[in-house]
């Protein structure tokens, strides 16, 4: 486990996947990340690569040939190497290999850095095409925040307050987790979309063209609250387990498939790519007040 720190913030991270397992603000004694109950969700802060969500018959067809892949990849399975670590800062890489190719014929390194300035922590996801090839991939996040963040407060009393005001459409997903096609409104009040019990019946909330790059947790109780900036991401998911003591907030470059026929890699929504030689990089941050 490696913890970064300093006067504010007390975070903890592990080898497997480079998951964030803590996110815990000093001064107020809270932990805001989810700890993981495995009778509800086993899973702190999953990174989600070579895709995101789901892919038809759980497979990428990459060059005319299909390789199975897993919901969200195979990223957050896999033992990360710690390549660099200070107090405040921590770098894990993850490059492919045999156990890779299976899933994913690209040579490629996949980095996770973590960046912890007072009370900000921000995670940049960098990507090295080290293949003759141009490689195509999708990339996200998948943190889980503790609500409520005090026991004397319900789920209810929370919110996702957006930066500018938004008309909410989700794009709808099977019971599979493809998309259908449908889209379906949110309803907000003003800025805020109210936490519920029943908000996440129909599976995650799905949005593809906000304008907002930011989105904060708070409550009606206090003033605490948590912000995830995803300037770089374009599409944002929003989950939880229905009922579940958590929220997902998700910043995403990609996205799951479509129902239908499935799709060439390099014609997937909203996939990525690298030429060969180059680097991408994305960041998000977590700013806890």
């Known amino acids: 486990m490696t913890t970064l720190e300093n006067d504010l913030l007390r975070v903890s991270i592990r080898p497997k996947g480079a998951e964030l397992t803590s996110i815990y603000h000093k001064p107020s004694g809270i932990q805001h990340l989810w ?21 038809l018959n759980n497979q990428l067809l990459i060059d005319g040939k299909t390789y199975p892949i897993e919901r969200h990849g195979f990223a957050r399975q896999s033992i990360f190497e710690t390549t660099e670590s200070t107090t405040t800062h921590a770098i894990f890489s993850l490059r492919s290999s ?7 014929p690209y040579e490629f390194e996949f980095q996770i850095i973590y960046e912890l300035i007072e009370s900000r922590l921000t995670v940049t996801y960098r990507i090295v095409n080290d293949d003759e090839k141009t490689l195509f991939f999708s990339v996200g996040a ?16 929370y919110f996702i307050e957006f930066e500018q005001p938004e008309s909410l459409e989700t794009h709808m997903l099977s019971s ?4 259908t096609g449908e889209t ?38 206090h003033d605490r609250s948590v912000t995830v900036n995803y300037q770089d991401f374009p599409y944002l998911g929003l989950w939880a387990k229905p009922g579940a003591p958590f929220v997902c907030i998700e910043p995403w470059l990609g996205c799951a498939d479509s129902e239908g026929q499935p799709k060439p890699i390099q014609q997937k929504e909203a996939i990525q790519q690298i030429e060969i030689g180059k680097v991408f990089e994305a960041s998000f941050s977590i700013t806890v007040r």
């Open 184 to 221: 379906k409104a949110i309803p907000t009040q003003g800025l805020q979309l109210p936490l519920t019990e029943h908000l996440f019946d129909q599976d995650a909330l799905v949005f593809k063209d906000l304008k907002s790059r930011s989105v904060t947790l708070r409550s009606d109780k």
């Open 98 to 104: 045999d156990v890779t190719r299976v899933h994913f």
């Open 142 to 157: 998948h943190p889980a925040f503790a609500v409520p963040f005090h026991v004397n407060e319900t789920y209810d009393d």
């Open 176 to 179: 599979g987790g493809y998309f």
């Open 35 to 55: 700890q993981a109950d495995p009778s509800i969700w086993g899973w702190h802060a999953p990174n989600l690569f070579p895709v995101v969500g789901g892919c």
